[in-house]
């Protein structure tokens, strides 16, 4: 399976931050039950790592299993290791960038202004992510598409059921969907987990068409 291709074939990256550790496998098989086949956990939840380790080890060949929040090389090594495939920064970082892409993985580093983009894929991104997307809306990137439309953007912060066809239509490549995906703030019970299959199918759908 090769991770970038990977991810611009399946798009919908669901974001998990701040998830019982307890519970992220069986929302990992929630969400593939709903059509996501890519999953970012954040290194500032409880348990990040080995969480990465459990699900990329349970989910193997079904769910692309990165992290997310990476700051610096070191945690990105650190994460590289548990099993992460693709490694999501919210802010650019050349070393992390280098350090991931050492190892063979998708670099995906954040940055919001047309230097930033640019300079984050000079330096090696895969994919750049605009964060936070809400701040501009989807008009940015038709903006942004225009003086630099070999970049593959992804938009984060702020995507919903409602806006995310006007991002693709504006050239976003793939989507990072956090507390629009997935609630971590509420208990995960079965009735829980249905509902994220539900708004999982609705995203993917939504991207298909």
Known sequence: MN????????????????ADPRSLLRIARALHAGGVRLMEVTLNSPGALASIEEVAGAMEGKLLVGAGTV?????????????????????LNKK????????GAVS???AYTATEILKAYEYG??????????ASGAGYFKDIAGPLPFIP????????????????EAGAVAFG???????TKQAVTEEYLTQLTERARAFVAAVAG
């Not at 991770?3 to 998990?16: D, S, T």
């Not at 991104?125 to 809400?134: C, E, M, N, T």
């Not at 969907?177 to 609630?183: E, F, I, K, R, T």
Request: proline share 7%; charged share 20%.
């Open 125 to 134: 991104g895969d994919i750049i992510k605009v964060f936070p997307a809400s």
């Open 3 to 18: 991770p970038l291709a990977h991810i611009l074939e399946h798009k919908v990256i669901a974001i998990v931050r701040g």
């Open 177 to 183: 969907l956090g507390s629009a995906l997935v609630d």
């Open 71 to 91: 700051l610096d090389p070191e945690t990105a090594r650190a994460a590289l290791l548990a099993g992460a495939k693709y490694i999501i920064s919210p802010t």
């Open 108 to 110: 995906i580093p954040g």
């Open 96 to 103: 992390t960038i280098r350090l991931t892409k050492r190892y």
């Open 153 to 168: 953007l992804m938009p984060t912060g702020g995507v919903s059921l409602d806006n995310i066809k006007a991002f693709k």
